[in-house]
């Protein structure tokens, strides 16, 4: 039974610039969260995906927008790239239709802002 | 005041040791709440998930909640130096409602480390 899978594992890129993260859920569930961590902090909720429309969004700018494809599978955006924006970015995945409410994590996207 | 407050550590204990993790948080509408461990450089695992208040036992984790404290806590029995991680609490008001979603609070994480 795979796990929930983000690609790619690595990526460094330059201010001003865009990036598209990837996420794949665990077998089974239909909703995918994203979150931001930066160094040293907890997970941040960025928003969240659920039949292929954004259910709910945390306090995060509108450059960072996602889309949730057919099989579930996720992608998060982020335009006009910041010093900021460093961080490690996390898929979450879970069962919304299933009653199983658990969110299993993938091992998330280490992005680099330089 | 932050939602969720968490003693960012770090907590250093010899192996064998009882470890004690603890966040306090602020909403009383919060009934949903889980521990999860995280290794360096890696995506947090989940540990432990409780609804409400009371004490849930899965092996040498025991997790308790105190809602009239506003106090959640996550206890290591016989600590093992693989132990050693972050970990990080997570809280939530609502898991499903009007057919969305199960947001995710966190704490800031309080790295572990248990001394062989």
């Known amino acids: 039974d795979a796990g929930v899978t983000q690609s790619p594992t690595h990526l460094i890129k330059t201010r001003g610039q865009q990036v598209t993260l990837r996420c794949s859920p665990k077998?089974?569930?239909?909703?995918v969260s994203w979150y931001q961590q930066a160094l040293g902090q907890g997970p941040q909720f960025i928003f969240q995906y659920y039949e292929e429309e954004e259910r709910q969004r945390g306090n995060f700018p509108d450059r960072f927008s996602g889309h949730q494809f057919p099989n579930y599978s996720s992608e998060l955006n982020v335009n006009a790239l910041l010093l900021g924006d460093s961080a490690l970015y996390l898929c979450?995945?879970?069962?919304?239709?299933?009653?199983?409410?658990?969110?299993?994590f993938g091992p998330g996207t280490r992005l680099t802002v330089t | 005041q932050k939602e969720v407050e968490q003693d960012p550590g770090p907590l250093s204990v010899p192996e064998g040791a009882i470890v004690s993790l603890n966040c306090t948080y602020s909403n009383s509408a919060f009934q949903y709440f889980m521990w999860y461990r995280q290794y360096s450089r890696k995506g947090p695992e989940l540990l432990m998930y409780?609804?409400?208040?009371g004490n849930k036992e899965d092996g040498r984790f025991t997790a308790q909640v105190d809602k009239s404290s506003k106090y959640i806590s996550l206890f290591i029995r016989d600590s093992q130096p693989s132990d050693s991680a972050t970990y990080l609490c997570?809280?939530?008001?609502?898991?499903?409602?009007?057919?969305?979603?199960?947001?995710?609070?966190f704490g800031t994480g309080t790295l572990l480390a248990v001394q062989p």
């Open positions: 409780t609804y409400s208040s």
């Open positions: 979450a995945s879970s069962d919304l239709n299933g009653r199983t409410y658990e969110q299993y």
């Open positions: 997570a809280i939530s008001s609502d898991m499903n409602y009007g057919g969305a979603t199960n947001k995710l609070i």
């Open positions: 077998s089974g569930h239909d909703t």
